[in-house]
């Protein structure tokens, strides 16, 4: 194995690491600031979300000066770009305001695109909207701040899923 294989190797090995450490320290951040957590479960309807989180939902959607003031900036995620073999991949982003598209509320009925929640306990709600057939979606995540004031945090582009 060649010297410079080998320390590419490392290098590997520690960003996985890091990314690992970030994710848990990602998850403790979450857990810590909620007096009473709760494991992960599947919200089946929107009217199971809390209360305050659809009406910020909506607002959202349809102010876009709300919608700016209401993002934690840079917005971290992931999206998807052409790679050197002709391979699309996934690399990790961030948004700016003026870099930022406007989101709109998603139309579920012509689109063919199916909604799913997950909430933690009453401050993390993650979205997955995705067409079924093809494994092709998006995800977004809204976090409850300590000012009881919803943001998203995170924003992963429409991409393959698998």
């Avoid at 406007?102 to 579920?108: M, V």
Wanted: a negative charge.
């Amino acid at each position: 194995m060649s010297a410079t294989f080998a320390l590419h190797f490392l290098n590997l090995r520690r960003m996985r690491l890091l990314s690992i450490c970030l994710f848990s320290i990602s998850i403790l951040h979450f857990s810590c600031n909620n007096a009473s957590p709760g494991p992960m479960q599947k919200a089946a309807e929107m009217s199971d979300l809390p209360k305050d989180f659809l009406d910020f939902y909506q607002q959202f959607h349809t102010d876009s000066a709300y919608q700016i003031a209401h993002i934690e900036w840079p917005l971290k995620g992931e999206k998807t770009v052409p790679g050197d073999d002709g391979i699309d991949k996934k690399v990790l982003a961030t948004w700016e305001p003026e870099n930022w598209a406007i989101q709109h509320l998603p139309d579920l009925v012509s689109s063919g695109l199916k909604r799913s929640f997950e909430t933690s306990s009453e401050v993390l709600v993650i979205e997955r909207l995705q067409y079924p057939m093809v494994n092709y979606g998006m995800e977004r995540q809204f976090y409850k701040d300590e000012n009881n004031e919803w943001r998203m945090i995170y924003y992963t582009e429409m991409q393959d899923l698998r």
